[in-house]
């Protein structure tokens, strides 16, 4: 599967309403870009990292003007509760409000599954990630006391099973 997601025959991404509303626009070389994260290609062909960047400002940004419009909105016709309008204040407040809220690592999990990106999207899985996975199911999670002796027997045995697994991955990888 990953093969055909990060072939070169990879097209640009639209949305499930048709081609006359393509999701990215008819840009097609900032569609590519801002479906390849950086381990595509080892970066070469351009990649996402400042489109994210710019993301995630331009998300807070439309986010903050929204809710000081609803504020807006809501002092002049007092339309909204106190306790929404406090609400509201609150988030515009606090120093994390707004980004707390559009966390991206959620927001994309979320609205990316929504989207189905995962289909489109190109990039290269790193190795590191699944050893240190394995490393940690194989030597680490085995020896920590409290859990293994205070977890019940069905949470033991998958402790057990999956540190067999992940040791015997281990000595196979690469």
Do not use: C
């Not at 048709?18 to 569609?31: H, K, P, V, Y």
């Amino acid at each position: 599967m990953l093969t055909f997601l990060n072939s070169n025959d990879f097209s640009t991404y639209r949305s499930i309403s048709g081609n006359q509303n393509a999701l990215l626009g008819d840009n097609e070389s900032l569609a590519v870009t801002a479906l390849t994260h950086e381990s595509w290609m080892y970066g070469l062909q351009g990649h996402n990292r400042r489109l994210a960047f710019l993301g995630r400002r331009a998300l807070k940004t439309y986010l903050s003007l929204y809710l000081f419009h609803l504020l807006s909105e809501a002092g002049r016709a007092e339309t909204l509760p106190d306790a929404e309008v406090r609400y509201l204040q609150n988030i515009l407040s606090a120093p994390h409000g707004v980004d707390d809220l559009i966390r991206t690592q959620a927001l994309g999990d979320h609205v990316g599954r929504a989207l189905k990106l995962e289909q489109v999207m190109r990039w290269h899985p790193t190795m590191g990630a699944q050893v240190a996975q394995q490393f940690f199911l194989s030597r680490i999670l085995p020896n920590i006391e409290q859990l293994s002796r205070e977890a019940p027997s069905s949470i033991q045995e998958s402790i057990t099973k999956s540190s067999k697994e992940a040791a015997e991955a281990l000595h196979h990888s690469p």
